[in-house]
């Protein structure tokens, strides 16, 4: 079961904060939509970035991506399971 897009809320920055973690920065204001699975955020990037081969995220709004279980791994950037 895929999980639900969390609420859409609009953050205004105050100079030199980021966004919260998940979500992408706009000058001084945070997108309306978190990072989707398969991406992450640590609040200050422009753009969510993919994760990387050998890592996964299933969540929205993530600041990292989980790296695989034991010997498993990802054949391609942004997975948003651990069985791509």
Same mark, same amino acid.
């Given at each position: 079961?895929?999980?639900?897009?969390?609420?859409?809320? *609009? +953050?205004?920055?105050?100079?030199? *904060?980021? /966004?919260?973690?998940?979500?992408?920065?706009?000058?001084?204001? /945070?997108?309306?939509?978190?990072?989707?699975?398969? $991406? +992450?955020?640590?609040?200050?990037?422009? %753009? =969510?970035?993919? /994760?990387?081969?050998?890592?996964?995220?299933? $969540?929205?709004?993530?600041?990292?991506?989980?790296? =695989?279980?034991?010997?498993?791994?990802?054949?391609?950037?942004?997975?948003? %399971?651990?069985? *791509?």
């Amino acid at each position: 079961m895929r999980e639900k897009k969390p609420q859409k809320e *609009l +953050y205004v920055l105050a100079e030199n *904060l980021a /966004c919260t973690r998940g979500y992408r920065r706009d000058a001084d204001r /945070c997108f309306l939509d978190p990072c989707p699975p398969g $991406h +992450y955020d640590n609040g200050f990037q422009t %753009n =969510c970035l993919s /994760c990387p081969g050998g890592t996964y995220m299933a $969540h929205f709004a993530s600041d990292a991506c989980i790296p =695989c279980p034991g010997d498993e791994i990802t054949d391609e950037e942004g997975a948003d %399971n651990k069985d *791509l």
